[in-house]
DNA sequence: AGGTTCCGTTACAACTTGTTACCTGCCACT
DNA sequence: AGTGGCAGGTAACAAGTTGTAACGGAACCT
């Protein structure tokens, strides 16, 4: 795929170049835009991938604009907020959001977000995408995220620890593409309350991971699933299918 | 009885999330909502116990809110205002509030009109209490919130203690959210006349959850519904199915 | 009184998960 | 090739969390 076209909209002119310029510095096409006005008018004019969309939108209302685009568009949208109290999430989901970021925001976090909910969008034929997906395939297993029951491939219920289940949602979410140690960290601590100032801590990734290898990986020590980019991070290197659960 | 879910209603964002979170922190499920439209929609998309309103909601009237909708619904209301000039108040009273309550408030003051509220409205046999659902349907089971009747999926009953049913109505009121052991001994003592001051006791909510389970689990050692959040506390994984009675 | 049930506390075992330390193998550079 | 450095795998450990058996007090019933 071409490169991706993010759309950043904050009436917030010091925040916009911010987030345009790390953006771009992370290898995406990043717009500046400062209303809805100007979200449409790039609609209209080129592919947009991905709408960054601050919910305090001055006079008017994040939510609401995404609420609205969601009804006519189906790009998807990450609400960004300097409220992160989980009504607002909730009321972001419920509003069609993709993801929800809080302000202040890991900037790695961000970029593992955006990379996740390209990711998605590129494989659903539409904006199928909700966030009812509960089942995952990959490689002869097949994981329920809401349960969180993980079966193997002969059928067999294998136990994860609720980190390792984390874990590997995030690689669910993010196959084929590299993901850095810290963007992990990161995207695990989303799930975490306390989501301490994401402090890059030792190793523990590594251990999760080869902990995880060793629960779904045939022949861990030469995993097929979950390799090893080295000196980059992991990467899951296996198609995964989502299917829709009732 | 479940947790109370309020409603709180402000424009003024700021208001709006410090509310929302005292609430949260004191046990209670607090959603926010910033106009009439929110309100209904709300109202329609789930139970609400009890909605603080603001008077002074920007180009609407709090007040004809409040009248408005007590002439269609049943819910309590406390009004929230700057304005504490007795006419106000009045007004209030007037239009049906059921209590009436002056910024800035104090915040155990708050609380304390906020129980007294919910259990007025509890012990009235009021419409609220009329339009109250009371069968419960779960994973097979089905549970008589009136009559404390809990039926397995085989159809035997299932004697479960006061509390244990208490603590069963706190996780169907709010399935698939994760629970803290505060949240729910909070909500378990909203029930309690003396709701002492919240003392986090122990391990008392682990060994309730425990027996709960082994009385409706198939397998107490692997939870399906009542899973453990590590961490966090506890979170019922069931779609709850809610049956309108009498 | 005696028994029963309920329920909070305590104690302990089991499990999770991050850290440290050590080892191995890969890679770059001679 | 040889070699040194370094990234990554993993065993061992430590700290924190949870499940649960056992205990005991209180309320209730007969």
Not at 128 to 134: D, E, G, H, L, W
Not at 164 to 183: M, W
Not at 187 to 198: K, N
Request: glycine share 8%; charged share 25%.
């Amino acid at each position: 795929m071409a490169i991706p076209r993010l759309l950043v909209v904050d009436d917030d002119a010091e925040t916009r170049s911010m987030l345009t310029q790390f953006l771009q510095q992370s290898g995406f096409i990043a717009l500046p835009a400062e209303s809805e006005a100007e979200i449409r008018s790039h609609l209209e004019a080129g592919r947009i991938d991905l709408i960054l969309l601050d919910v305090m939108l001055g006079a008017e209302n994040g939510i609401k604009i995404c609420a609205q685009l969601r009804t006519e568009q189906e790009v998807p949208i990450i609400l960004v907020s300097a409220l992160s109290q989980d009504h607002q999430r909730m009321a972001g989901y419920e509003v069609g959001a993709d993801d929800y970021i809080a302000k202040p925001f890991n900037p790695q976090l961000l970029l593992a977000r955006v990379k996740a909910v390209l990711q998605r969008a590129r494989r659903s034929p539409s904006l199928v995408y909700r966030r009812k997906t509960a089942i995952f395939r990959f490689g002869g297993w097949s994981f329920d995220a809401k349960r969180g029951e993980v079966l193997s491939p002969q059928g067999y219920q294998v136990a994860l620890s609720q980190r390792e289940r984390e874990l590997l949602k995030v690689f669910l979410a993010s196959p084929h593409i590299p993901l850095k140690r810290e963007e992990i960290h990161a995207a695990l601590d989303v799930e975490r309350e306390g989501a301490g100032p994401t402090e890059g801590s030792g190793r523990a990734i590594d251990m999760l991971v080869g902990r995880l290898r060793s629960k779904i990986e045939a022949d861990p020590k030469e995993p097929q699933m979950l390799r090893t980019a080295r000196g980059v991070g992991y990467i899951f290197s296996v198609d995964v299918e989502t299917e829709e659960a009732g």
